[in-house]
C-alpha cells in the first residue's frame, strides 16, 4: 500500500515538469536526475519504515508465541530488556498485564482446587456419617441379637428415617449445584406475587420457628409486588436463606422477609435475622464456591456448605445481584432483582 502511494506520487511527479519541462523558469531540480534521486530517497524511506515495522510484528508474534507456550505449560515468561520507543512501552505493558492476569487466574485456580478438594472431603464425611448410622440402626432391627421392644424398634426407625433425610438434603444441594454449574438449567419464567412466595416459603418453617421462639414476619412496600422469574427456583434461594437464618443464628428472636421495588424496575429482597454477627472477612467469601464458615461446620448443623453457592448461581441466572451485611444488630442477605426477565428457549 506503502509503496502504490509512493509510486503513483512519482507518476504524478513525472507526468507534472514532463509537461512543463519546456519552460525557463523551472530549475535543475525539475530535471529526470533528480527525480530519479528524490524518488529513491523516498524509497528508501518507505524501506526502512516498513522493514521496522516487520521488526516489530515479528517481535511482537515472538513474545505471543513465548507467552501462550507459557500459559500452556503453566510457566513465567521474561520480557526481553531491550525495549525503546512508544510501540514497545506499549508491548512491555500488554505483555505484563497478561503475565499479571495470567498468574492471578493461576493461583485462583490453585485455590480453587485447594478449595474444592476440602469441600469433597467435607462432603464425604457428611454423607457416610448418616449412612453409618442408618445400616446401624436398620441393622438392630432386621437382625437383633435379643428380643427388641417396640418402643426401641420405633425409635431406630425414626433415627433412620431422620438420618435418610439428611442424605436426602446433601445429595439435593450438590445435585442443584452441578445443574448450576453445568449451563444447561434454563429459567421457567412467569409472573407471580412476591408475598404469596413469601408465604409460601415461611409456612414450611412455622413449626420449627415456634420450637426456637423465632418469629416470621414479611414486610412488601407495595404491598402486592408483581415480578417476573422463576417462582420455583426463587423459592429455593429463600428457603436456603431461611433456612440458613435458623441453623447458624442461634439466639435470633425474629426472622424477617421485606421485599421493596426501586427505580429501574427492579426489586430488592432482604432475609433479616438478629442473630449473632457473621465475620467481617468471611462477608465478601461467602457466596463463592466451595467456601464455608469453619465455625459453622458441626455435627448438629451439618450440610455442604454449597446452600450460599447455589444461591448465587440462582440470582446471577436472573441477572440479579446478592450481598451480605452483618452488624452486633442484625444480620440481612440483601438480593436485587429486575423485575423482569426474557424467557429462554428450551432446548429439546
Not at 519546456?22 to 531540480?29: A, G, I
Not at 513465567?76 to 492476569?101: A, M, N, W, Y
Not at 433415627?159 to 445435585?175: G, P, R
Not at 407495595?222 to 440458613?244: C, F, H
Request: glycine share 6%; aromatic share 8%; charged share 25%.
Amino acid at each position: 500500500m506503502i509503496f502504490g502511494i509512493g509510486f503513483i506520487l512519482a507518476a504524478g511527479w513525472v507526468l507534472f515538469f514532463d509537461i512543463l519541462k519546456e519552460r525557463p523558469s523551472w530549475s535543475s531540480w525539475t530535471s529526470w536526475p533528480s527525480f530519479c534521486l528524490f524518488t529513491g530517497l523516498l524509497t528508501l524511506l518507505l524501506l526502512v519504515f516498513v522493514i521496522r515495522q516487520a521488526v516489530k510484528e515479528s517481535r511482537l508474534t515472538r513474545l505471543m508465541v513465548e507467552l501462550q507456550s507459557a500459559i500452556e505449560q503453566e510457566e513465567s515468561v521474561d520480557l526481553p530488556g531491550k525495549l525503546k520507543g512508544p510501540i514497545d512501552r506499549q508491548i512491555k505493558e500488554l505483555f505484563e498485564l497478561t503475565q499479571s492476569q495470567f498468574e492471578a487466574e493461576h493461583q485462583e485456580q490453585l485455590q480453587m482446587a485447594a478449595s474444592k478438594e476440602e469441600m469433597m472431603t467435607n462432603i464425604s464425611h457428611d454423607l457416610r456419617t448418616p449412612l453409618t448410622a442408618i445400616i446401624g440402626y436398620l441393622g438392630l432391627v432386621v437382625t437383633p441379637t435379643t428380643a427388641m421392644r417396640p418402643e426401641d424398634e420405633k425409635k431406630y426407625l425414626e433415627t433412620a428415617y431422620h438420618k435418610a433425610n439428611q442424605m436426602k438434603v446433601l445429595v439435593e444441594d450438590l445435585f442443584e449445584f452441578a445443574k448450576l454449574q453445568s449451563s444447561q438449567i434454563t429459567l421457567n419464567v412467569s409472573d407471580f406475587s412476591l408475598g404469596d412466595l413469601f408465604d409460601q416459603v415461611l409456612a414450611n418453617y412455622a413449626v420449627e420457628a415456634e420450637k426456637k421462639g423465632i418469629r416470621l414476619t414479611t414486610q412488601l412496600a407495595p404491598e402486592l409486588i408483581v415480578m417476573a422469574g422463576d417462582s420455583e427456583k426463587l423459592a429455593r434461594v429463600l428457603i436456603n436463606l431461611v433456612e440458613n437464618a435458623l441453623k447458624y443464628g442461634q439466639g435470633a428472636s425474629f426472622i424477617k422477609l421485606t421485599a421493596q421495588e426501586k427505580p429501574g424496575d427492579q426489586v430488592e429482597i432482604r432475609v433479616v435475622n438478629n442473630g449473632p454477627a457473621i465475620p467481617e472477612n468471611s462477608l465478601n467469601q461467602l457466596f463463592n464456591r466451595f467456601y464455608r464458615v469453619e465455625s459453622s461446620r458441626n455435627t448438629k448443623t451439618g450440610g455442604t456448605g454449597l446452600g450460599l453457592s447455589i444461591v448465587k448461581g440462582v440470582i446471577d441466572k436472573h441477572h440479579g445481584q446478592v450481598h451480605a451485611e452483618s452488624t452486633e444488630d442484625l444480620t440481612a442477605f440483601i438480593i436485587t432483582l429486575p423485575k423482569q426477565q426474557e424467557k429462554e428457549e428450551v432446548n429439546v
